[in-house]
């Protein structure tokens, strides 16, 4: 556990050590246990302090980063030293212009959850009996991943910046699995584990499991589609890599450019980034330090903008939007806090307006095969069900799909008026299900 | 090195001699990575990146449980606090735990291992780094019509201290070299082509500075950039049934998605099945399935010099060996750790490795050689009536169960009566793992065979990322649908 007064102490001891013009220190760290189970045993069991200092140097537009894993005076000192050793060594980059300064206040908010923190790997182990308990009737397996952290930021700089966050979060995700293939998949993610209902997660699953159970295969072809939670996040994760940010939109690689102001999704879809989200609460800032702004990133279907960092901002003679990664990264400011706006149906309601159709719960290996047209692939995983006459009404193969996510966001009539928070790649997102036609789906050869 | 051997020594002893009065087993292991990065981007350097992570863990196996907890606070208390918490940890797994974990026995080895290099890296001026980016990037800038080109250069030191109860102390220096460039141009809002060397991701060896020159990048960027400029008026890749050709890169990653992944006994007994999803290669077909044709012959071996797996031992003390995994298109083996390996009744394949002092080892791919044919690349395509030639990864997938793949190049070339004819552009294909591999008509020869790196493999929860290897020349398949 680490203190705020016992970081930023550390952190700012750094700058007697700087020759340079300009000095950051960023550390980035965390408390993390995981509990991993398969065969409906545990298998791996961890619990991990890992911390990470990175110093930022900048002399006369030249600029040095440096990282290292040490927490103390001497390892600060030595890493500053390091960076602005590397600084020297760099040519000066004219579009640099300074460091952020501090401004803005942050909002006192509990983020941080004593009962998460100091959850014991007891605890989280009879979560895992009562998961691996609830399909054993059924002859079902259990497999998943029961993780309790606590993340930790820190930023200092020579203009006056010192800011600092923890915050909690618990996530359990599981498969309830059989021999004849069948599968069921639930996660659940809460900053408070209390939160967490651990018992309807594994219900979930064993009912996905048990209904997948001798499954049918369907023909090739568009089919109007209902995708869960976690299925719309996982496309609007890949969304947001291949445009959402300010770096790919300099370099044309970006579905967005030239886009800003048109439509380019249905009137009902409306994605911010927006970390103060009251469901949310992600890192109020950014890893330069800057209070994260709400940044609407399509409205009601139009293209509105993208992230910046202090640096990106200077280019595009905007202002920041408290969207920095580590400085270290070389993707760019990347939003990491997506909240998609709800709908008006229920669940119910949308397979409901189904005459044929399939029900996805989540896919597996989204990966890009035209960026700028927003096309993935991928297959789908742990529950494929056929809709017949407005009621699912059979298991069916898995099936590969073969889709332009902003085609799939433009034909989506409906979207469910509950959103569920679903965390990937240290996004997390705030989702509800959608219903859309003429989904490309293609049978899986196996 | 941030601490001294002896140092490393000390608190190796403290751990297991608090630990082992409680466990059956314990292992203890100590790493300290150094890495460096440099990049150029559209002719801007980007700043200079180095790293520095060192940190320790401790793995005990009590009543047949698991716990493991890591740290990279160094003091007397910290030490004494993991040990209790792993401890703890295995204590709490023995309560959902039927079956008692039994670990495949391997011999204690006192040993020292390091990768051998010329030149190293950290030896090497950042400025001369600089300057060969900027030679890289001063042969793109002759075609004005690209959009984009990089280059980097990525150089890491891993030192790793092992030691366990069963009396194996082993320290392990290796050092791996990375470099690529790639070269983008848009040809509207809705198209863009990449054209990459010597990969997507460049290429990765273990070895020192030297390799660098070795990848040819120099001699290859004239060719890229042609190649991207006329993809803008390249015709669309061919849809059918047909034969393809694959380049080495794009042959590595097909044995690393479709034979590597597969064959991770851990996966296959289902420890991946709520990620990266389980494995069609299950026990039973163990000395059975006809996994491929007959001229494919793969084996394991983080012995083999020079590739981005190779090592002394892995990070649970066993040594680094040659091992079979398909012979004569047969599945004969699993990519194994000791707990996974014992549930066969089999020696661990010495497969098991953690990306870092903060996580536990899992089965990885390790150097998987694919042992090269006979055929040259040109006899292969003056075989072919209609196919296409596929080169340089652009997109990948494969299903949960590793059969059902789909998989993107950067480029392609019909082939023609034997020949090699027009440029293609966004290629792909896609087939079922075995009978893909069973279609496998020719391999390609020794002199074209490349031992190929990937930095960046993904799997496990919390997730980590191994560098693997894969060697590989040119590879035929029949009958593959494509696009």
New interface residues.
Partial sequence: MLERDQIIEVLKTGFAKSNADQTELLLTGED?????????????????????IYA?AIKDKQ?????????TEESVAK?VD?ACK?AK???P?PKFVSLPKMEGELKPETTSYPQTADC???R???G??TV?DAGRDEKL?A???F?TTTDYVAVVNSLGMERFWNGTAAQL???I?GETGE?G?ALGYNRNIDDMNIPLLAGTAVDKAVHSRNPVSIESGQYTVILEPAAVGQLLLFLSFMGFGCKTFL???S?M???IGAQIAGENITIIEDAFNPELRGQPFDYEGVLRQRVPLIEKGIAKGVVYDSYYANIMGAESTGHALP??N?FGPYPKNLVMSPGESTLEEMVGSIERGVYITHF??????????TMV???T?DGTFLIENGKVSKPIN?M?I?QSILEAFSNAPMLSKTRTLYPQYSVVMLVPAMKVEGFNLEQ??? | MTMELKDIQFIADLVLLRAKKQCQYVDFRFEEIESEGLSIDTGTLAPIDESTSVGYCVRVLKNGAWGFAASCVMDLGEYERVVDTAIAIAEASKLVAPAPVTLAPVESYFDSYATQVKIDPFNISLAEKQDLLRSWEALFAKYPDLNSSSGFLDFRKIYKYFKSSEGSEIDQTLRHCGAGVSCGIVKSRRERFERSFPSSSGQYVSGGYEAIATFGIEDNIERLATEAVAMQTAKPCPTGEMTIILSPDMASLQIHESIGHPLELDRVFGAERNFSGVSFATPDKLDKLQYASEIVNVYSDPSFPGGLATYGYDDEGVKAARMPLIEQGKLVGYLSSRETAARLGRPSTGAARADGWSNVPICRITNLILEPGSKSFAEMVSEVENGIYLETVASWSIDDNRENFQMGTEIGWEIKNGKLGDMVNAPSYSGSTVEFWNSCSSVGSRDEWVLWGTPNCGKGQPGQNARTAQGAAYLRFEKVKVG
Avoid: C
Wanted: proline share 3%; hydrophobic share 30%; charged share 25%.
């Fill in positions: 993390f246990s995981l509990t991993r189970f398969s065969e409906s045993q545990i298998r791996d069991n961890l619990s991990r302090s890992e911390y990470t930022r600029i040095g980063i440096a990282t290292t894993t040490g927490l890493v390091q590397i060594l760099a040519e980059d014991t790997p007891k989280r182990a009879e895992v009996k691996a397996e497999s998943g991943a993780e995700s599981l498969t699995s599968s998949w370099q044309h690689r579905f450019v030239g886009k400085p270290d070389q597996w290996y989204i990966n890009y095969l035209n960026p700028m047209q692939t991928g297959t995983r898995n590969r073969a899986a050869e196996a």
